[in-house]
């Protein structure tokens, strides 16, 4: 079972996964995250890089487009805490950020702080 904390700010809420452990393996392990948002009444997560699968910012194997259209689906902003001295993004992946930064549901931040920020704004 997937272990998040929620956090609370002016009548909004999410999810935050717990910070250097791993909570997704596989794509379809996006349906616990899903899950979890039900239990918890919250289309919000914010999730740390390490928490997402070992593929994610690697564009080619399709895992961040299968992980993010099932959370699109189901209306789920998600914040993800990536830190420069980790990042390993992909040329293609920067490419996606920059169409995604137009869109509400899906950023990449360098501080968890930004990333509530973003989530909890109205």
Request: glycine content about 4%; overall charge negative.
């Amino acid at each position: 079972m997937m272990q998040f904390t929620l956090i609370e700010r002016d009548g909004k809420s999410a999810l935050v996964g717990p910070a250097d452990q791993p909570l997704l393996k596989h794509v379809d392990d996006a349906t616990e995250l899903l899950q979890a948002c039900a239990d918890y009444q919250t289309d919000r997560l914010l999730l740390y890089a390490e928490n997402l699968t070992d593929r994610f910012f690697d564009l080619s194997s399709g895992e961040a487009g299968a992980i993010l259209h099932r959370l699109r689906i189901y209306h789920v902003r998600l914040a993800v805490v990536l830190s420069p001295q980790r990042a390993r993004l992909s040329h293609r992946f920067s490419e996606l950020m920059v169409e995604e930064n137009r869109n509400p549901y899906f950023h990449l931040f360098e501080h968890i702080q930004d990333a509530e920020d973003w989530l909890l704004k109205a």
